[in-house]
């Protein structure tokens, strides 16, 4: 996971071919296992906090991920709980991008 966390994403027009089943496995195994692939096309972390200020705050800091890798997840929230979902649109599917941000996004309650 380490390793992960410490690369940036990289800018993604399309043209690239998305990754097959068995890359994203091996990804997965890298993350921690509040992350499971929705098939081949998107990864989705659930996150349970103490309280709505607790989730707030880490909405807030996967915002700043967002922002500063420019790979943007989709987001839903509620008091006590956080569920992301990350896929690379340019090439609908999943990317080295997504796996990067997952790692940054482990980081913040690990």
Same mark, same amino acid.
């Given at each position: 996971? !380490? ?27 890298? +993350?921690? &296992?509040?992350?499971?692939? &929705?098939? *081949?096309? @998107?990864?989705?972390?659930? /996150?349970?906090?103490?309280? $709505? $200020?607790? !989730?707030?705050? /880490?909405?807030?800091?996967?915002? $700043?991920i967002?922002h ?5 997840? *989709?987001?839903? /929230?509620g $008091? ?5 979902? +990350? !896929? ?7 990317? *080295?991008?997504d796996?990067?941000?997952?790692? @940054?996004? *482990?980081?913040?309650?690990?």
């Open positions: 996971m !380490t390793e992960l966390a410490e690369r940036h994403c990289a800018p993604c027009e399309g043209g690239t071919q998305p990754m097959n089943a068995s890359d994203v496995s091996g990804r997965l195994g890298q +993350l921690s &296992d509040r992350w499971t692939s &929705d098939g *081949d096309a @998107k990864i989705v972390g659930q /996150f349970k906090f103490k309280n $709505y $200020y607790h !989730t707030q705050a /880490f909405v807030n800091a996967v915002a $700043y967002a500063c890798e420019d790979h943007h997840p *989709d987001i839903t /929230f $008091y006590n709980q956080c569920t992301i979902e +990350l !896929t690379t649109h340019a090439i609908n599917g999943l990317s *080295d991008n796996f990067i941000s997952a790692a @940054k996004i *482990d980081r913040l309650v690990d």
